[in-house]
């Protein structure tokens, strides 16, 4: 009698940390790129189990909206913005905004804040700090949510 296979344990959900200011500082060829200390807005986003974590910096992000806008380009998914453009919508039920708030990043300090809360999307997961205290590129960072 053949035994059978054992069901595989569930996947992790997987966490992805985007921070845009790399990429918009390079468009604005800014001499050094980003600088090292830097912050704004981010956004957290699921997909299923998996959670994209997006910040925008400040110097281009003057709403949670532009942070969607940008992660939902990057991922090459179909948006809409509504409410004077103060919301942006990923049009696909599979995608939700759990939640935003503000960032500051550290590098040489090897820091990262996240605080506050959205008026479009409401207050982030508190257990995001947690997710991206595991996060191998967090390895040795302080990560405080206040």
């Given at each position: 009698?053949?035994t059978p296979?054992?069901t595989p ?81 990923i049009d ?55």
């Open positions: 009698m053949a296979n054992p344990p569930p996947a992790r959900p997987a966490i992805t940390f985007r921070d845009f200011s790399h990429d918009v500082h390079a468009a604005l060829g800014t001499p050094g790129g980003a600088p090292t200390v830097r912050g704004g807005k981010f956004v957290v986003v699921a997909h299923a189990a998996d959670l994209h974590i997006a910040c925008g910096p400040r110097e281009v992000c003057a709403y949670h909206a532009d942070v969607v806008e940008r992660l939902a380009r990057a991922l090459g998914l179909v948006y809409s913005r509504a409410g004077a453009g103060q919301r942006c919508v696909s039920p599979a995608w939700e905004v759990l939640g935003g708030g503000h960032w500051q990043l550290d590098d040489q300090a090897m820091t990262l804040e996240l605080s506050g809360a959205s008026q479009a999307y409401g207050r982030y997961p508190r257990a995001v700090a947690d997710a991206l205290a595991a996060l191998p590129e967090f390895a040795g960072w302080r990560i405080s949510a206040v």
